[in-house]
């Protein structure tokens, strides 16, 4: 049976040229995305930003020919999908603009889960790359963090991160450059086929689009989007791994590299952005416990406060609620659950750090004060 309004939500995401920050005011200035396509030419012509070949586009309705077919294909298959005014779209994710209209997935994973980070690097990873990813992910095991390991299961450092989290019982995500119908590297298929049961395959990108390099550029935005942090392990002066670190500096996320010798090509990228001050400088498992302030399980943590006497508003009472139940949550995930802007959030978790009942830990995480 066709699903008339996911008809509309994906026909949105295909309309030529349209791209997914326009969508989103196309929407917005419509009142609906199924009101989009019923808007007439002229009505769409006063729109900022839709000119005369994308109203033309959005009117003529092939975009919705094309979503049916694809919804064929996500039924067919079992294929998830999050719309990103869906509750369940990754929160971190919709606070980026230019997050995808629509998120198609292949497996089972919590996109909101507290712990996401970000692993990149060169496709021609050495001896001390790999050694380092697998050390970081065996302590994140080892200590007990339910972390949820993103990459974007390339040659390299990805393939190494992915099946280091899956060694290690780590879920992982493997965001890709194409439609789910395919799969590239094909020597990888063996480990995306676990990663659909230990995490999920992702992509913003319909089941036959064509594998093309431009896709696997634009598919960094969701791997720096959905994570706090992302770590670079080994990358040249130029490549992709640098790219999804740029994006990631965009969002305002964390930024992780792996330092190396200075006459290490594949060392270059990672000491330039430690340079720059575009990277923190990582060695291990204790760096990234304090850059996003995960309290190690070496280390007894003290009981938390149980009662507050002082005067707050209902709406910072909820977030010391929320805090109490969590143990800690970032600005971005606060705002997603109150369904407030990050601005009124950001001043009330100030007047709560203020009056001693919140403390800030690096990386926009907050947690209850001891």
Known sequence: ??????????????????????????????GGVEAVFREKKKTLLKIPGIGEHLAEQIVNHKVLEKAEKEIEFINRYEIGYHFYLDEKYPARLKNCDDSPVILYYMGNVDFNQAKIIS?????????????????LLSDIKAHNHKAIIVSGLAYGIDICAHKSALKNGLETIAVLGHGLASLYPAVHKTTAKEITK??????????????????????????????????????????GALITADIA?????????????????????????????????????????????????????PPKQTELFINISDDEQLIVQMLRENGELSIDLISNRMNMPGSKVSAMLLNLEFAGIVRTLPGKVYRLAR
């Open 198 to 239: 230990q995490g999920a395959l992702v992509t913003d990108f319909i089941s036959d689009t064509i594998i093309d390099r431009n896709n696997f550029i634009k598919r960094n935005r969701i791997i720096a989007g959905l994570a706090d942090v992302t770590i670079v392990i080994e990358s040249a002066i130029k490549g």
């Open 249 to 301: 500096g965009s969002y305002n996320r964390d930024v992780m590299a792996f330092p190396g010798r200075v006459n290490d090509q594949y060392s270059t990228g990672c000491n330039w952005l430690i340079r720059t001050n575009k990277a923190t400088l990582i060695e291990g498992i204790n760096d990234l416990e304090y850059m996003l302030g995960w309290d190690s399980p070496q280390i007894p943590s």
């Open 119 to 135: 692993i990149v690097g060169t496709r021609n990873a050495t001896d001390y790359g790999r050694e380092c990813c697998n050390k």
């Open 1 to 30: 049976m066709l699903d008339e309004l996911l008809k509309y939500k994906i026909g949105v995401s295909l309309i030529p040229g349209i791209g997914s920050i326009n969508a989103k005011k196309l929407i917005a200035y419509t």
